[in-house]
């Protein structure tokens, strides 16, 4: 399956995913599976949208 366009929202979301991600693993929490879901999630709404045209 092709990448999505990911907007400057999304990006920022995957990032503020990612960082609570590393908060968790600095804490020793490893299997952190609902950060996964949680950017699958976001690149699914991406593949979703509409693309623009011209």
Do not use: W
């Not at 929202?9 to 996964?36: H, S, T, Y």
């Amino acid at each position: 399956m092709p990448e999505p366009k990911l907007t400057l929202g999304d990006k920022l979301a995957i990032a503020r995913l990612e960082a609570r991600g590393i908060r968790r693993a600095v804490a020793g929490i490893e299997n952190q599976p609902d950060i996964d879901r949680g950017i699958e999630r976001i690149k699914e709404r991406a593949r979703k949208r509409k693309p623009k045209t011209k």
